[in-house]
Nanobody, 122 residues
Framework: QVQLVESGGGLVQAGGSLRLSCVAS????????MSWSRQAPGKEREFVAS???????VYADSVKDRFSISRDNAKKTVYLQMNSLKPEDTAVYYC????????????????WGQGTQVTVSS
């Protein structure tokens, strides 16, 4: 069983930056692929980025060149560095862990965190 806890969300002005963290406990973190997804009010949850157990990264087109996913297996943590934030990035951001990765870097999540709110003001 893996528990995931996200942090780092908050209110930021457009053009600003935030770094989200997701700390895992239980299970074997280094065996898991990790991903970030987000859900805006009234919208479906959407893929943001994923990173494999050995560091291969995939991004949604909407965040490519602005967001960066990374992981520190020693700290059992995955990060999402978000730069040049836009109001449309406003959402609850969730991290997920799993051992199965589908095409285009989409993770089959076995575990989800509780989410962290990111609000970007214009």
């Amino acid at each position: 069983q893996v528990q995931l806890v996200e942090s780092g969300g908050g209110l930021v002005q457009a053009g600003g930056s935030l770094r989200l963290s997701c700390v895992a406990s239980g299970g074997t973190f280094s065996d898991n692929h990790m991903s970030w997804s987000r859900q805006a009010p009234g919208k479906e949850r959407e893929f943001v980025a994923s990173i494999t157990w050995n560091g291969a990264m995939v991004y949604a087109d909407s965040v490519k060149d602005r967001f960066s996913i990374s992981r520190d297996n020693a700290k059992k943590t995955v990060y999402l560095q978000m730069n040049s934030l836009k109001p449309e990035d406003t959402a609850v951001y969730y991290c997920a862990a799993g051992t199965v990765l589908f095409a285009l870097g989409r993770l089959r999540p076995d575990y989800w965190g509780q989410g962290t709110q990111v609000t970007v003001s214009s």
